[in-house]
């Protein structure tokens, strides 16, 4: 059975950076796919970033040039890093996983997630 964790969140002044970590347990995919996402109070989940098991990247148009996401195969570790944060980045963060190949984050695309961290930036 897949498990992850997300470490990594909290609270953040505008403008400042901060880096989540997703830990991959049980994994045994040989193709995968691995994302970022997000979900604001009151609003749908969003897709921030994806990363497959080729290194394949893909971003949202919202985060593409401020949020990057790497992966660490010997770790089973994603990470996001995102930088110049603004106030609308405040949401719950969720990492998710599936099997197969991806290019594009999207959550309907996704079965495994992780039980989020809270990122708030204040202004």
């Known amino acids: 059975q897949v498990q992850l964790v997300e470490s990594g969140g909290g609270s953040v002044q505008a403008g400042g950076s901060l880096k989540l970590s997703c830990r991959a347990s049980?994994?045994?995919?040989?193709?995968?796919?691995m994302g970022w996402f997000r979900q604001a109070p009151g609003k749908e989940r969003e897709g921030l970033a994806v990363t497959d098991s080729d290194g394949i990247t893909g971003y949202s148009d919202d985060v593409k040039g401020r949020f990057t996401i790497s992966q660490d195969d010997a770790k089973n570790t994603i990470t996001l890093q995102m930088d110049n944060l603004k106030p609308s980045d405040t949401a719950m963060y969720y990492c998710a996983a599936e099997s197969g190949y991806c290019w594009r984050p999207r959550a309907d695309d996704f079965r495994i997630w992780g039980q989020g961290t809270q990122i708030t930036v204040t202004s």
């Open positions: 049980g994994f045994t995919y040989i193709t995968y796919c």
